[in-house]
């Protein structure tokens, strides 16, 4: 069968790939721990799974929920952004409800791009930025994000006719895959640039209240004049544990936002009401529970850190996100495609699954990310498993 020319030269999602040789290890009956994916194993609030079943049990709630969402929802969105981040949000011009922030991303893609036209993309980074470019026929620039640097990119080193060229840039704090945070200072630097280069600026939040240590990731649109130039993507994935629920949104820039609405109009038929609703009561969650959900995390964060450093793998301790960026032990390092090979050998004769650098760009090479999102005593395990490996 003809496939299309788009599809030519698009290799399949690297964790589509990685899932078989997942499903190939637990078919030679391995007790396979997943710490590559960031897939939350805790459960959302016990009043947001309610108040699905509540609406679900309504006759009327079946139906087509319409194409940008509920207004309750976007005024509820509009108001968690005043209350997290001081921002005032039109809900009616500013607010588009996502089915998951992932369709949002590949469908601005869609939206704003042509064939040739140029993507700025970061070096790490979540692979659906370049993937939705090239779905639309661009072109990506890669932008490196050194740990010198602190996964911070340096824009005045893109060079002058690339950033001419372009009309996207992806940004992603705290990011994946590297844990990095970014302060409000660089944020502002990256809404000069794209101002300066007549940019629209996409910036990823997804892990924005996954956070440790009292850290407080900003919004870009805390930036004066960002919602010119800037589209935020956020989600209820990470932060209520809702990440197989499919509901995020795109919030900033009004013109943006209706072309993706424009797109999803054609596309999709919105979003399941009873997750509109449970949504819509997630937002009003007492922070009490996100924090104790961290705490979780960052109880798990200490385990990976000092079973990946008994392994001899260096990794520093994030602020942010569900992640850790680990080096490879050095004896893997001088081999070919040393990420997918060590985390395949892992995988193969540990059954502890974690995600290779390099399925996030050339420059995550040499790393893997390994994940908090299983039960505890399994990371504890997996540490275990991970530290005879390495050590062997």
């Not at 993507?119 to 010198?148: C, I, K, N, W």
């Not at 979003?271 to 937002?283: D, H, W």
């Amino acid at each position: 069968m003809k496939r299309a020319d788009r599809l030519r030269d698009m290799p399949p999602h690297p964790f589509a790939r990685w899932a078989r040789h997942v499903e190939a290890a637990r078919g030679r009956g391995l007790d396979v721990i997943r710490l590559d994916m960031g897939n939350p194993d805790l459960p959302p609030p016990e009043e947001v799974v309610e108040a699905l079943a509540e609406s679900a049990r309504q006759p009327n709630h079946h139906g087509y929920p319409g194409y940008r969402g509920l207004l309750h929802l976007r005024q509820a969105i509009a108001e968690y952004y005043h209350r997290r981040f001081d921002i005032s949000l039109d809900p009616d011009t500013q607010v588009v409800p996502l089915i998951g922030s992932k369709e949002g991303i590949v469908n601005l893609a869609l939206s704003y791009l042509d064939p040739g036209d140029l993507v700025l993309v970061p070096d790490p980074g979540y692979a659906s930025y370049t993937m939705g470019a090239a779905l639309a026929g661009a072109q990506v620039h890669r932008f490196p994000l050194r740990p010198e640097q602190g996964f911070l990119p340096d824009l005045s080193a893109i060079p002058a006719d690339v950033a001419g060229r372009a009309v996207m840039i992806w940004l992603n704090y705290p990011n994946n895959p590297t844990g990095a945070t970014a302060e409000l200072g660089f944020l502002a630097e990256a809404v000069e640039f794209s101002q300066r280069h007549n940019l629209l600026l996409c910036h990823d939040a997804p892990y924005c209240d996954v956070t440790y240590d009292g850290y407080l990731a900003p919004s870009v649109l805390q930036v004066p004049g960002a919602s010119e130039v800037a589209v935020e993507f956020n989600s209820l994935s990470k932060t209520w544990n809702m990440a197989g629920w499919r509901i995020g949104m795109a919030v900033g820039n009004a013109a943006a936002l209706a072309a993706l609405a424009q797109v999803k109009s054609n596309t999709d038929s919105g979003i399941f009401r009873p997750v509109q609703e449970a949504a819509v009561r997630a937002f009003s969650t007492v922070p009490e529970w996100t924090a104790a959900r961290n705490q979780v995390y960052q109880e798990r964060m200490g385990i990976l850190l000092e079973g990946l450093e008994a392994a001899g793998m260096e990794a520093s301790r994030p602020r942010a996100t569900l992640y850790v960026w680990a080096q490879l032990p050095r004896r893997w390092t001088a081999s070919e495609r040393p990420s997918e090979r060590f985390a395949l050998a892992l995988l193969e004769e540990t059954g502890v699954a974690v995600a290779p650098g390099s399925f996030f760009g050339p420059a995550g090479e040499g790393y893997v990310r390994v994940s908090v999102t299983s039960p505890t005593e399994r990371i504890r395990e997996g540490m275990k498993r991970s530290e005879e490996f390495g050590l062997g």
